[in-house]
């Protein structure tokens, strides 16, 4: 207002001068002095309009709604309640910072209890809250459920860690996290280039999808890699429980590195197992391993020298403040489904602003939107640096190893 007022008087000022000055005529002055001061009163008025509107659009109650879907309870809740507490981490401090586009940010989280079905029913939940977006699934076989209902919807879905193929079936769906093939084939590059061993041992669970769509294409490319797979043994959830016959023929082959695309739970046994029998290869897991320090009652010194392909790590340079902020808002160190889910946030942020999506848009516009942004931009992330993403849903970054060393993952 002052400003707007200093404006006006200034604009009198000069029309009092131009007649003091006897460049024009009395009745000239008049009329210069009467534009001037309708030219300042329209200016003030459009600075008015233009601030009421901005007050308007952080006034009017719109938010961003956006949904979480994941395991917060049950045998996979490492993962969900990761991906939960990440989204809320980078929510809250999205919204500190003026939210998205100037608007706020909601956020809800729904327990799939890693169940195709309950999945579902989450994300009908979450659709009649009024969901835009969805975060999740974050395992493999909910998320497959999830994305042929968000798919019929067009509403926009970015898992954080749904990697098997299926995942981001719909043009609307996009992942953070490596797919299937791309963890078993890195794996398998990564164990070749780096010499870590030659006869390769395999236990992997039949059962899933994500277990054996990763051992699927770590076998392709083994061979690429001059990697002698020497034993290759399944199990299914139903015995997930007694791996004495899967070691004892990865022992009896002279296996030296026993490769597990399996989820922390069943790696926890695995390695007790393998201790008793005193095998003490070299084991390298993948994603699904994250989480296998927090296994209740488990002997962590147990997975000493466990390396697992991961792009995340607490003691990277750049991860140190989120770990500690996430530390101090959850009380536990963050795993890399919480560094994921917060880059799932923050991508949906970065696409929402270059296509300038608002929450009064259907959700099937801002899909439409955030469909297109998605392929444009480029993110620095927990995850990855420069990451982007394909038209269909894939993300491009580099793989990283990480190995456990005292507690802890140490980037190798």
């Known amino acids: 207002m002052k400003k707007r007022m200093f404006s006006l008087g200034m604009a009198v000022l000069m029309a ?56 917060l309870t049950g045998a996979a809740a490492a993962y969900g309640v990761g991906v ?14 003026g939210g998205i586009n100037g608007y706020q940010v909601e956020l809800n989280s729904q327990d799939d209890e890693h169940d195709p079905e309950k999945s579902v029913n989450a994300y009908n939940t979450l659709k009649d809250w009024g969901a835009q977006m969805i975060v999740g699934s974050v395992t493999s076989k909910p998320c497959i459920a999830v994305v042929a209902e968000t798919s019929a919807d067009n509403m926009f879905q970015i898992t954080p860690s749904g990697s098997a193929v299926e995942c981001i079936s719909g043009d609307n769906a996009f992942r953070v996290c490596f797919s299937d093939p791309s963890q078993g084939k890195a794996s398998a590059q990564y164990i070749g280039e780096h010499a870590l061993a030659t006869k390769i041992g395999i236990i992997y669970d039949s059962s899933t999808e994500y277990s054996s769509g990763i051992r699927e294409a770590f076998v392709a490319e083994a061979a690429n890699q001059g990697l002698e797979i020497v034993a290759d043994e399944a199990f299914t959830a139903d015995s997930a ?66 390396m697992l392909l ?69 993110i620095d992330g927990l995850t990855g640096e420069n990451m982007t993403w394909d038209a269909s849903g894939e993300t491009g970054k580099a793989p990283k190893a990480v190995m456990i060393v005292n507690g802890v993952y140490e980037m190798q």
């Open 16 to 71: 009092a001068s131009m007649t003091a000055c006897g460049g024009s005529s009395s009745s000239s002055a008049t009329t210069a002095a009467a534009a001037a001061e309708t030219e300042a009163a329209e200016a003030a008025e459009a600075e008015d309009s233009a601030e009421e509107t901005e007050a308007a659009a952080a006034d009017d109650g719109a938010t961003f709604k956006i949904g979480v879907i994941g395991p």
């Open 84 to 97: 939960a507490n990440g989204a809320d981490l980078a929510v809250k401090e999205i919204n500190a910072a």
């Open 241 to 306: 429980t007694d791996f004495s016959v899967q070691l004892d023929k990865m022992n009896e082959a002279g296996a030296e590195l026993v490769f597990l695309p399996i989820y922390y739970q069943e790696a926890s046994i695995i390695l007790k197992q393998a201790s008793d029998k005193e095998f003490a290869p070299i084991f390298f897991g993948v994603d699904g391993m994250d989480g296998i320090l927090t296994v209740d009652n488990f002997d962590t010194s147990l997975a000493e020298g466990v």
């Open 310 to 378: 991961t792009p995340f790590s607490t003691t990277e340079e750049g991860s140190l403040q989120f770990t500690a902020d996430y530390t101090a808002a959850y009380g536990e160190e963050p795993n890399q489904f919480a560094a994921d889910s917060y880059d799932a946030i923050y991508a949906i942020k970065a696409a929402a602003e270059a296509a300038d999506v608002n929450p009064d848009m259907s959700y099937s516009d801002i899909c439409d939107a955030l469909k297109v942004a998605m392929t444009e931009i480029s």
